[in-house]
């Protein structure tokens, strides 16, 4: 839903915000629920709505500028406005990349089993940087499996590969099947200051 869209309907100004307006107490009282999948569509919905509120406070202020302006002012503050969208566009869609980067990564971390909270944010930071050498396609990163293999080299505690797992369940194992020693129950033990037993000496 875009400013454009709603006023190519015929909405004026007013209307448009009142449109917003009801979108984000939707949004607001959809946000008690525990559903991951609709919790993201909700942060989704948010952060589109704030992105359409800034646009249409641009170009509020860019229109307030017209007044008795030249066409060639006009112009000028036309084709500054349009910039203005263009990085505003970028920035948003950016933000809705980093945080799918962040989740899906979330989501990795788990599937290998790094537990470090220290070392997830910093793989997280060093994957999602420009010369990480990761591409980011089709929502996922390509590479990945190699940087967590390099990253392992330098950490080898950093997580198990699948032989490690299957080392330690193996080992695991073994110590449980060693034998246990028990002592003997109370009842077999010598009373305090009774005298010792001697025994017999065979020659």
């Given at each position: ?5 709603l006023t190519a309907l015929g909405l004026t100004e007013d209307q448009v915000k009142a449109v917003f307006a009801m979108n ?180």
């Amino acid at each position: 839903m875009k400013t454009e869209e709603l006023t190519a309907l015929g909405l004026t100004e007013d209307q448009v915000k009142a449109v917003f307006a009801m979108n984000g107490k939707d949004v607001e009282a959809a946000k008690k629920t525990n559903d991951p999948a609709l919790q993201k569509q909700i942060e989704t919905l948010t952060a589109e709505r704030d992105n359409l509120d800034g646009q249409l406070k641009a170009a509020n202020a860019t229109l307030a500028k017209f007044g008795d302006n030249t066409p060639e002012s006009m112009q000028a503050e036309i084709e500054k406005y349009k910039t203005q969208m263009a990085d505003k566009e970028k920035e948003f869609k950016a933000q809705l990349t980093a945080r799918d980067q962040s989740d899906w990564l979330d989501k990795k971390m788990e599937e290998y089993g790094v537990s470090s909270p220290y070392a997830r944010a910093a793989l997280k930071n060093e994957c999602m940087s420009k010369d990480s050498g990761l591409t980011w396609k089709d929502n996922s990163f390509y590479g990945f499996d190699d940087f967590m293999k390099a990253a392992k080299t330098k950490d080898p505690a950093l997580y198990q590969t699948e032989d490690e797992k299957k080392s330690a369940e193996k080992q695991a194992k073994l110590e449980g099947n060693k034998p246990t020693f028990v002592a003997p129950l109370d009842g077999n033990k010598p009373a305090e200051g009774a005298p010792k037993k001697e025994i017999p000496k065979v020659w």
